[in-house]
């Protein structure tokens, strides 16, 4: 089963303006990771929050997580036409060398010229 | 530069032939995945490695085998094809920290 749900599933904006994605998941983590995939190719990381962080910033890109609600949100300022791509969130419950990642169904980001 | 690459990209396969897809990565890592990606479901993995020898199975692993005989390779094994394994399968690496990296995909469709 899907431990990440991203929602909207879809989700479309005008250049310039700022694009709000959210992610909840179920059970404890070690970190939350968001990933970008733009249409045919595979997915690319964008960033990674652990789990005793409250807020991690990459240029135009701002993640938040909340532990107590399972959830983290991902924005995105100044939305420009190539940031019209899918993106997800992931969850690393794993312990040890024990790595593994779980995926949500991810949010269809478009921005409209 | 250290890469993954998947082959074939594009599969035509007929109803019951085995069909395997192949996963090299030149990062010598240990961790390996094959996840499959349908509308409506995301992402889903199917097997993972955690080094040579070492096969697990993921929440979608019926009808799919994994072999790890090499640190680089996790080729994935459809025994006998079926149309609702027609998807998306991407291969990813661990290379660092606790971030993946994507192969292209194989897009495979079964008839």
């Known amino acids: ?113 | 530069d250290a890469e993954i690459t998947q082959s074939p990209r594009h599969k035509i396969t007929e109803t019951g032939r085995q069909v395997t897809l192949a996963c090299h990565q030149t990062w010598n890592h240990n961790n390996m995945f094959w996840y499959r990606q349908d509308l409506g479901h995301g992402l889903r993995l199917i097997h993972y490695s955690y080094g040579v020898q070492d096969t697990n199975k993921g929440e979608v692993s019926d009808g799919y085998s994994v072999s790890r005989s090499n640190t680089e390779d996790l080729p994935l094994t459809l025994e006998s094809a079926a149309s609702s394994q027609t998807s998306v399968y991407f291969c990813a690496s661990r290379v660092s920290g606790n971030t993946i990296y994507f192969g292209e995909g194989s897009w495979l469709t079964v008839v």
């Open chain 1, 1 to 113: 089963s899907q431990q990440g749900e991203e929602d909207p599933q879809a989700l479309s904006i005008q250049e310039g303006e700022n694009a709000t994605m959210n992610c909840s998941y179920k059970t404890s983590i070690n970190n939350l990771q968001w990933y970008r995939q733009n249409s045919g190719r595979g997915l690319v990381h964008l960033i990674l929050i652990r789990s005793n962080e409250r807020e991690k910033h990459s240029g135009r890109l701002r993640v938040t997580l909340d532990t107590s609600k399972k959830s983290s949100s991902l924005l995105i300022t100044a939305s420009r036409a190539a940031d019209t791509a899918s993106y997800f969130c992931a969850t690393d419950s794993s312990g040890g060398s024990n790595y593994k990642l779980t995926f949500g169904k991810g949010t269809l980001l478009t921005v409209n010229p």
